[in-house]
Structure formats: C-alpha cells, structure tokens
C-alpha cells in the first residue's frame, strides 16, 4: 500500500513532465511543417482571434490549405520570434510591428515579397496606407503586407459624467478639459477616478500628449531620444499632474487600465481601436461607456494620434514559401481587407475600408477613431504620428516603461526620470546593431 | 549490477556471455538519456560558458569574442547584485518553509487517520497544476482591488506592490506550491523507519515531540539532506512564478526580480545573449559552491545506516 502510493505519486510527476515535453514538441513541430500540417499563424492581440481564424477558414475553404492562429502575450510573442529567428525556427506567418522591423528585415529574417507582389493580382501596394508600407520596406524592398491600422481617442464613462453633471468630452475639448474633468471626476473615497494611465500605456496615452506638444520620444532620423527635449518636458509634467487623479500607480500596473474601465473604477482612459473587439463584448462599457475623439493641446493648437500599423509577414526560411504568400495575399485582399474590418476586428489598412470598420457595431460611436484622420476637427488641427521607433525599440521602450515606475510614484520627480531616460536611451540607440 | 562490476574488477578474466549482455544491454538502454544529455544538456552548458565571453549581435549571431568585459561590466551592475540578493531571500522564506511544513504534515499523513489517501492526494494537488497557472490564480489572490485576500480581510494590503513584502508573498506561493512534493519524499522516507524505534521509545514513556526530534528527524537525514540539496538548487533558479506575478511595470519588480528572471530579461527581451550567459554563469558558481558546502555540512548531521 505505502510503496504503491509512493510509486503512483511518482509516476504522477512523471506523467506531468511527459505531458510537458508533448507539449512543447508539438508548438515546435508544427512549425517544421510538411505540407499536409497546417500553416501556423501567430500573433499577439487574442481580441483578434476569433475573426482572424474566421478569415483562415475562408482561406482553407478557398485553397484546401490549413491555418492555425495562435494568440501569445506580447511580451512571450517578442522572446518566441527572437529565439525562432535565432533558432531559425519562426512561425510560418506572423505579424510584424515597427517596434522591430528593422531588425528582422536587416537580417533577412522575413520572407522577401517583392517578386510575388509583381506577380500577384490580389496585391498593389498602392491601395494600402502609405504610412504602413513604409515600416516594413527597407532599401527598396517589401517584407510584409499591410495588415491594419489603428488610432487612439478617449473613452469615456457616460453614466459617471451624468452623476457629476458633466456634459460629454468633443471634439472642443483639449488636454486641459480633460484634467479639469479628471478632477471632478475624481472621488475622495478612492472608489472613483478621472483617468487612467500606466507606463506600459506608451502609445495609447502619454506619447499623443507628447507630440500634441510639439515634443518628440525619437527625433526624425530614429537616432536620438527626445525624453530631455524641453517640449516633451512640459508634456510629461502635464501626465504628472494628471496622476494625481489616477489611481494608485500600484493598482493600474497589477490590474490594467482597461480592466479599470471596464469595472468601474475610472471614468475616462484614452485607448488604440484595437480594444473595440474586447470592448464591445463587456456588457458594463457597452451599457456606461462611449468614445471621442481624443483632445488636443490648446498652446500648439494641434490635436496628436498615435498610429501604427501591423503587417503580415512570413518566415524567411519557411519550407512552404509559396503557401505563406498565399496566406498573405488572402490576408491582403481587398475582400479580406475588408472582411476584417466588417467583423471589427481591427481598422484595414486598405485604403476606403473604414466605412466598413466604423459599421462594425452600433454599440459605441467609432468615429472618435476615425474622425482624427480628417485634417481638422474643431478648431485644432489634426496629426497623424507614426509610433516611434529605432532598429531595435524593445530594448529602449522597456527600459523607459521601467523608468518611468519612479516618476509614476512621485511625480515631483517626473524631469529627473525623463532627463535619465534620455541619457540611458541615446547610449542603446547607439549601440544598436545597424 | 553491483555484483558483476565487482566481479568484473577482479583479475583479468574473460568476460562471461551473462557478463557481456550485462555490458551492451546496460550501454543499450541508458544510451538514449546519455544521448540527450549530451545534445540537450552538456553541449549548451559549453556553449553558454563560451558565449558569457562574447558580445553577440542581432538574433545571437556573430559572436565576438571579449573575453571578461560582459564579467567585468557584471561586477559593476547594482541590477545583477540585487537580483542576487533577492533569489536568495526567497529561497530564505521557501526551503526552510517547504521543509518543515512537509515534514510535519509528512508525519501526520503517515498515520492511520481518516481519509489519508484523501489529504495526501490535496497536498500534492499544487504539484499537478502547471507553475505559470498557479501563479496566475495567485497574483489575481493577491489583487490590491479586487484580490480574495483584500476582500476576506478587509484589508488595502499591496501584496506584490509593496517592495517590503512583494518577496514575501511570492515566495508564500514557491512554499505552497512544493509542499506536496517535499511531503511525498518525506514519506517515502518515514516508511523506511522501522516501527520498532517507536514502539521501545513509547515503552520508556517518550512523548510523541521527543519521538518526533530523536528518531524520526535522525532517522530521515538522508531523506531531508537530499531534499534541502535539491530545493535549494530549485529556489535559487526562481522564475516562472516571478515573471507571472509581476508586472513589467510593478514598483516592487527591482526588489522581487530573482537573477534568472534578470537573466530571461537580458538574454530573451534584450537580446544581449552574452551578458545573459555571463548571469547564469555566476548563478551556476553560486549553486555549486553552496551544494558543496551542503555535501561536506552533512557529516555532521545526516545519518546513514
């Protein structure tokens, strides 16, 4: 009896770890692929699954060719590319962002295009936002197709700003509005909060308000941080004083600004459209919450998104390069295109798709997305920014997020931590390997 | 097998038929294991130990050989230090923990009480789960907003916020996690104790604490000494749980990040595959000096027959 408990415990443990050499076996097989295993799809917003894998469907209904998507968390996607690049075992097809482009297309790691796109029927590169065609060309050559594009604009909490009397944020409001809201909005008990933000929120929040005020996070020519720029300064003493009508900085980075928004807890975040997918399946936004368009600065007159697109692209070293490019150029389509905007998975970065996107639902007013690629709304006028990005971002937008955990718990430090980060960011952008 | 080797080392004889098969099927069926030792293990042990002496470029190709710099720039990294620091505060809280709970709960689950199997099967539950799942259900436990713990107590208590106690509670997972583990080596050691010991001493009239320090901890030395060597080895190489219940952006990271979690930070997020090996390198050191000064300790304290 005590010797058979002892061996079925251990067998137990042995079972486990089998079962843990299964697994990772087969996440590693699949990519190897002979051509009767479907193609692996691999990408990081798990919003995007479900419509993704819908688009795969069609394909595989169209070409008899299966496709996979599988979701990771941005951060295990980054270490799951760079170790299959090093390992030369990427994933068939996957999403490229500027973040890291560069470095991927210097080293040949993405499957070059451009012969394809010559033959292909399907694929101009002409119909597709400019701005997104370029971040994945490099000398002249394509690496990925165009996959989105996304904006960013304000949420807002309706029923809070009912109960305070407040009338709705517009296209009249600027960043000073919106901290003059944030503190009404703001409950001494601590069981209500204006705003949101947390360091890992770079694109979404304190980068708009940045270039709104004509300062920079990387000068033009990618070679330079802009954290000590004066401009950029000023803008991030302004996110230091909406702080104080955050919740704690703990509590944003252990449970997520979204998830704030969606409990309750604060009445207004600035967001990417990428969260609309989610969003709209959350039955308290859904019922309290709606969109504008996000502020702008009232000094430059300019009102600031954000923009970044994602492209499709495949691996190099694929054993079914022809299979990939099949799978892009579906994904590239014009009916594919639009097919994911009228799903709501994301923005296409189609040109003339954006009906289709700002249809998707009823359930928010999307044009607080769209209404920011127009040249003016209001008085101020609009700009489109490109995230910022060097050879290598990962390195430095990670260091910056933890830097910036200091000047989130004491924003009188805000100037010391930017003027630190720039010094700290100009030595990795020097050192990059480009 | 010990019977043949023995006679195998004694003048030169001709190997016997028996003596032969012994010899191919034994290479035979441990070949496979030494094989992936060999490819999956010792080969990137040399590897890493090579490439801590390099600078390595995009995607860990062109390695250029820099001799000591990524050591020399790792003596002068307050980051590497702390980390260090911090691994072993948590294997401080978890191997001594994880001992003396399993061992006590060893020794009541090797009674005859009610539901045996039952509790026994409880405790080694948390060994089942996977690590980055258990970590998971906890870091959401320790929620400041809306966590179980918060809310049962009543309590604004930053659990993994705080730098003061963030260590403290990842390691309070570490402990519950390994507990059954630990439980079951221990009963498998109690088992061995003959019941004879036990009977003399309640004949003399000991107490049960007094059976408990002079004959069951005496008697399960090896048993304890194998599991402090292991544990200690495992609580030194921490991540999974750090890297699941910690956010990027928490304010008690630098005071949590165990030096294998700085390590995938380097190597993996980074890129700088060099500096990361030059870490695991000192980790390694680490692990082997303590191990041998565990193997020379257990004389004074570890039993065998």
Sequence with gaps: ?????????????????????????????????????????????????????????????????????????????????????????????????????????????????????????????????????????????????????????????????????????????????????????????????????????????????????????????????????????????????????????TVMSETGTDVLMQSGQVAMITQGSWMIAGFKDNDYMTENCDIAIIPFNANTGKRVSIINGLGWSAAANTDRPDDCWALLEWFGSKAMQEKQADLGVTMSAYEGTSENWVNNTDLFNLAGYMDVTEDKAGDADNELVLRPYTYNSTKWSTMCQEQLVNAWADPSKMEDVCIDIASQMNEMIASENK | ???????????????????????????????????????????????????????????????????????????????????????????????????????????????KIKFRSGYRTIFFLPMIAAPAAVAMVWRWLYNTQFGLLNHIFGTHIQWISDPKIAWISVAVIGVWSIIGYNMVLFLAGLQEIPGDYYEAASIDGASGIREFFSITIPLLSPTIFFVLVTRVIGALQVFDLVYVVMDRTNPALPKTQSLVYLFYQTAFTNGNKGYGAAMVMLLLAVILLITVVQMYGQKKWVHYD
């Design chain 1, 1 to 249: 009896m005590k010797k058979r408990f002892v061996a079925m415990a251990m067998a137990g443990v042995m079972a486990i770890s089998l079962a843990a050499c299964g697994g990772g076996s087969g996440d590693s097989g699949s990519s190897g692929g002979s051509s009767g295993d479907a193609l692996q799809v691999v990408i990081w917003d798990n919003n995007q699954q479900a419509g993704l894998q819908e688009i795969c469907d069609d394909f595989t209904a169209e070409t008899g060719i299966e496709a996979k998507v599988e979701v990771k968390d941005w951060d295990s996607y980054w270490t799951l590319l760079e170790s299959g690049a090093s390992g030369g075992d990427l994933p068939d097809v996957f999403w490229m962002h500027s973040n890291n482009s560069q470095m991927y297309m210097k080293n040949d790691m993405l499957l070059q295009l451009d012969d394809y796109i010559a033959a292909s029927d399907e694929i101009d590169l002409d119909n597709y936002m400019p701005e997104i065609t370029e971040l994945y060309t490099m000398d002249d050559k394509h690496y990925a197709i165009p996959k989105d594009y996304d904006t960013v604009a304000l949420w807002y909490n309706k029923t809070m700003f009912d109960e305070a009397g407040l009338s709705y944020p517009d296209e009249t409001w600027s960043w000073d509005d919106l901290l003059e809201a944030a503190k009404a909005l703001t409950k001494d008990d601590g069981s209500q909060y204006g705003f949101a933000m947390n360091p890992s929120n770079d694109q979404d929040t304190y980068y708009n308000m940045i270039y709104a005020n004509d300062g920079y996070v990387v000068n033009e020519d990618h070679s330079a941080s802009g954290y000590d720029d004066p401009k950029t300064l000023e803008a991030m003493d302004y996110v230091g004083d909406l702080l104080a009508y955050c919740p704690e900085p």
């Design chain 2, 1 to 111: 097998m010990s019977e043949s080797t023995k006679q195998a080392a004694v003048p030169k004889k001709k190997m016997t038929t028996w003596e032969k098969n012994q010899f191919v099927y034994g290479w035979a069926f441990i070949l496979p294991t030494m094989l992936g030792l060999i490819v999956l293990n010792i080969y990137p042990i040399f590897l890493t130990i090579y490439q801590s002496f390099c600078k390595t470029g995009d995607f860990g190709r062109g390695n250029v050989f820099i001799g000591l710099e990524n050591y020399a720039t790792m003596l002068k990294d307050p980051a590497v230090w702390q980390s260090l620091l911090n691994t072993f505060k948590y294997a401080i809280i978890e191997v001594p923990f994880s001992i003396a709970i399993s061992l006590v709960l060893a020794v009541f689950l090797n009674r």
